[in-house]
């Protein structure tokens, strides 16, 4: 199939990529020019496994190219629109200008047997109402909605392999129309038996943003647990284990610690609220506020945690802070409790040294006032205290005994409870954990 991709930001260069890579002949669009050029080199703008690698192989074929100018879109049928929906300056609302300027710039290219496609993260009722900006602009192309569901550091598995499709289509012929073409851009994926669930436009927007609501709740359910245990003497960790084995539960998403952050959770819970406050049901979410506060409380929690460790103070002590990123394999610093946490403690008049194997550069730019080391034998040395706040693969295999070594004093603080705290108590340091003895 010919395929376009307008924006491509995270979302939107990975579907490119491996819509190319299934076969598709796909021109990923994008106003930025200097991203657009690093796309056009076959080279991943951001860090995330795999993509380089397909980037390279889907661009060899001839299949996958990227511009500038919308009017590549020309010769595709289907458009799948992946912008960005960033929260509003100072609200909680999602600011819907990269959408609404998407779809007005690929109007004028849309043919009769057209389809459009919504892959961005929007308020329930948006897709309404560009469905009928489409039907007004009278060429005769329908819309649907198509929620991602890819979690980053594993982008590009989960765009080939998604665990779910979910197709928001309008109702009648329009709607079988826009059926028949996503099973040709999916066909793949539907001969593996993945679920395919179709339904309505607004359905389909709040599986979205319901999914990402349920794990944010998820995650600040099990920290509102470890402030619970920390006032009472308990260990989070042994709890998590111990519900995770009910099936009705799971273990995943219930890995306490310094909170969710990120370009997603954290917006998309604001949006959310905000949205279903317009439609007057602001109630039946308002729990998502704690779930916010609780998230936001945990990072505040973390520096607490920093200066009673160190005596009441963190001024001038030497901070080695590891890990900036959201989350490990992934270089975005978006919403990221690690880099905030960083932050805060410099802001104390600690001297941070933050290290990350991929997060430096996005962090520099916005936090230049930190120290920063790539290289963590570096940042760990005269440490005063070591706060392991992204659970990237490196930081877990520290072996103690040997890093101990470096440090002026031995005392770690695991805002991501991944160290084994017998361990790092017998090699002769004072272990901190959230929500753990
Ligand atoms: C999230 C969702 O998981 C994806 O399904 C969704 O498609 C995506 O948002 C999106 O809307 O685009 P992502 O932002 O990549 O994906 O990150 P997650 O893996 O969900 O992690 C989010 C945050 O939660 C991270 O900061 C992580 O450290 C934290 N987290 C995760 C915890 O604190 N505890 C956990 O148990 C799990």
Redesign the pocket.
Known sequence: MKISVIGCGY?GAVHAACMAQLGHDVVGVDVDAAKIEVLARAEAPFFEPGLNEILHSATETGRLRFSTDIGAVRDAQVHFIAVGTPQRRGENAADLTYVDAALEGLLPHLGPDDLVVGKS?VPVGTAARLAARVAEAGSGAVLAWNP??????FAVKDTISPDRLVYGVGAGESGERAVALLDEVYATALSHETPLIVTDYATAELV?VS??AF?ATK?SF?NAMAEVAEAAGGDVTALADAIGHDARIGR??????????????PK?IRAFTARAEELGRGESVAFLKEVDKINLRRRERMVDMVVEALGGTVYQKKVTVLGLA??PE?DDVRD??ALDVAVRLNGLGAHVVATDPAAIPNSIRLHPQLGFATDTRDALRGADAVVLVTEWPEYRRLDPAEVGGLVNDRLVLDGRNVLDPQVWREAGWTYHGMGRP
């Open positions: 979302l993260t991602e569901f890819l979690r980053e550091g979205k999914a990402n794990l995650i099990i995943r998403f219930l890995n306490a610690g310094i909170g969710f952050g990120g370009g997603c959770l998309d959201f989350k992934s990221s409790p």
